[in-house]
């Protein structure tokens, strides 16, 4: 073997030292293990079209239901139950969303990935299917944990997928798939609630959820560690686990509810933000002190670099997830006469 091909030969996480044979007047020869054949631009772009797919459907229930919220309410026989049929979602998605990612990173993207689109499908058959009102929200709740999952791992696995280089380019593209399920949700919604059914905002998920799972399952291909149920069991951060999906919730419906609901100085909303405080304070604790497999390790915080770019982050979260929906509702209330100005 040439000095140009031992400076190639992959590392196989093996000793060398048992693929070597030596004596007094033989060279040392290593026997490297073949490279990974590289994926062919077709399954690559199955892949990411899988990818965009689950990233629209989880996007999409963002906003599908907005216009139908009314007559769900009506034919639902609720008069209030409807706030919670976004906030369900959305709050559910906040909360698992790094638990899955966690979940992920033990069992592997493709399992964790397929039992997430699973999950979303089951929950947008108890919504489509929903005799009342509770049912339709649980049957929420379980739809905004999947999504959680189907939008955390749609960003993971194209980070696995492509290198640094090439990744922000295909990352992009998922702001345009954001832009796309929330510009025609509402529409759709409001189309199936009056030609059809408002049913019909939660079957349209199947189809797009069973072809999303058939891609994933034929041709996603990134590494799987092969973790054993009961090793993977005892990875868990099951403290960690229980305290961020406890202050995520509590701080979530507590701000949620101030306000609206209740007013700022009740006790049922101090009572929760101050008890998600807490258990964010524990969170923050068992990370640092407890955890063996921490969900958010404290390393990504030891460079000033790290810290910068997720003040960036978190800064164009809220601006794009709080300002754009209300310039949307601002250009919608300006009066017909000052559109052209």
């Not at 280089?165 to 954001?178: D, I, M, Y």
Request: charged share 10%; net charge neutral.
């Amino acid at each position: 073997m040439s000095d140009n091909e031992l400076q190639h030969s992959p590392y196989t996480g093996h000793d060398d030292s048992k693929d070597t044979v030596t004596t007094d007047n033989t060279p040392t020869v290593v026997v490297a293990e073949p490279l990974p054949s590289p994926r062919s631009n077709i399954r690559l772009y199955i892949i990411l079209a899988a990818e965009y797919l689950s990233l629209f459907i989880a996007a999409l229930d963002q906003t599908i239901t907005a216009t139908a919220l009314p007559t769900i309410s009506a034919q639902l026989h609720s008069g209030s139950g409807y706030t919670w049929i976004g906030g369900a979602y959305l709050l559910a998605n906040a909360s698992f969303a790094p638990i899955w990612a966690s979940l992920s990173n033990i069992w592997g993207r493709k399992p964790v990935h397929l039992v997430a689109t699973a999950v979303f499908a089951i929950g947008s058959i108890i919504c489509a299917t929903a005799p009342t009102m509770q049912v339709l929200i649980a049957g929420r709740a379980i739809q905004g944990s999947a999504g959680g999952a189907l939008m955390q791992l749609t960003t993971i696995t194209i980070s696995d997928l492509f290198s640094m280089r090439q990744r922000s380019l295909v990352l992009g593209f998922l702001e345009f798939v954001w832009a796309l399920a929330g510009g025609i949700g509402p529409v759709l919604g409001g189309t199936f609630t009056e030609k059809v059914t408002w049913r019909w905002n939660f079957w349209v998920n199947l189809p797009i959820c069973g072809l999303t799972f058939g891609l994933l399952a034929i041709f996603l291909d990134v590494h799987n560690p092969r973790t054993n149920a009961k090793d993977g069991l005892k990875a868990i951060d099951w403290v960690g686990s229980l305290t961020i999906l406890g202050f995520v919730l509590m701080l979530l419906i507590g701000l949620d509810m101030g306000g609206t609901f209740y007013p700022w100085s009740s006790p049922r909303v101090i009572a929760l933000i101050v008890a998600g405080c807490v258990l964010a304070g524990m969170f923050i604790l068992t990370e640092r002190k407890l955890a063996r497999y921490p969900l958010i390790p404290k390393r990504i915080f030891s460079a000033p670099s790290n810290i910068a770019s997720l003040v960036v982050v978190g800064c164009h979260g809220f601006v794009s997830y709080s300002f754009g929906p209300l310039t949307v509702l601002v250009l919608i209330y300006i009066p017909p006469g000052l559109h052209s100005w």
